[in-house]
């Protein structure tokens, strides 16, 4: 059964830094062959989309909102995706998610990915 668990969230103030963990089970290929994307969700907005980064070493796009504070990276070894942020804002509150997509180069469409995980709770306190 496909599994993504995602971790890291926390409560952290205005400037300081977290990093998501999302690990993947039970997948019959290596991760590395599925893009993968960041998405979060603020109470009260629509889900929105953070990052994506294609499969089989694939380049990563950010929204505009993160561009410059955030990184992806993929441990394939671990099958475990980062997300690292910096310079956090009280706009970054939210439920981050990561979710798969079987080769799908950089296209992380919201209502068209394969898998999802639960989600991790970041709020950034002013």
């Known amino acids: 059964q496909l599994q993504l668990v995602e971790s890291g969230g926390a409560l952290v103030q205005t400037g300081g830094s977290l990093r998501l963990s999302c690990e993947a089970s039970?997948?019959?290929?290596?991760?590395?062959?599925?893009?993968i994307g960041w998405f979060r969700q603020a109470p009260g907005k629509e889900r929105e989309g953070v990052s994506c980064?294609?499969?089989?070493?694939?380049?990563?796009n950010y929204a505009d909102s993160v561009k410059g504070r955030f990184t992806v990276s993929r441990v394939n070894a671990k099958n475990t995706v980062y997300l690292q942020m910096n310079s956090l804002k009280p706009e970054d509150t939210a439920i981050y998610y990561c979710?798969?997509?079987?080769?799908?180069?950089?296209?992380?469409?919201?209502?068209?990915?394969?898998?999802w995980g639960k989600g991790t709770l970041v709020t950034v306190s002013s």
């Open positions: 039970g997948f019959t290929l290596p991760l590395d062959y599925y893009t």
């Open positions: 980064t294609g499969h089989r070493g694939g380049s990563t």
């Open positions: 979710a798969t997509k079987y080769y799908s180069g950089n296209h992380c469409p919201s209502d068209g990915m394969n898998s």
